[in-house]
């Protein structure tokens, strides 16, 4: 399993930015998948997720509340590539962003997101003023 993330930089308070993932060595429909980050100083946190699309999860949807309307997350299947869009970025968003995958992972529960088997290297975002 691999996967690679990229579109990390710098960006001004209130810009845009779209990071991407790109995966490999697995069945990317088959697998849930996540986006995590690290800001300087705090612990890891899931930011959002999207579920594999059979009947038991039927590709459901999820976000931490402080990116909520502001993220987006989405796949393309045919790609093998997961995508995480932010707008509205403010300095809380400055981290390392991890992208991430999973057989059959434990959906969040609210703000709090469960181990996930697989993760990228990981690609910087810094939002300034």
């Known amino acids: 399993v691999q996967l690679v993330e990229s579109g990390g930089g710098l960006v001004q308070t209130g810009g845009s930015l779209t990071l991407s993932c790109a995966a490999s060595g697995f069945p990317f429909e088959e697998y849930d998948k996540c986006w995590f980050r690290q800001a300087p100083g705090k612990e890891r946190e899931g930011i959002s997720c999207v579920a594999r699309s059979d009947p038991k999860w039927r590709g459901n949807t999820y976000y931490r509340e402080s990116v909520r309307g502001r993220f987006t997350m989405y796949n393309d299947n045919v790609k093998n590539t997961m995508y995480l869009q932010m707008n509205s970025l403010t300095s809380e968003d400055t981290a390392v962003y991890y992208c991430?995958?999973?057989?059959?992972?434990?959906?969040?529960?609210?703000?709090?997101?469960?181990?996930?088997?697989?993760w990228g290297q990981g690609t910087e975002v810094t939002v300034s003023s």
């Open positions: 991430t995958a999973d057989p059959d992972f434990r959906p969040p529960s609210g703000n709090v997101y469960y181990h996930m088997d697989h």
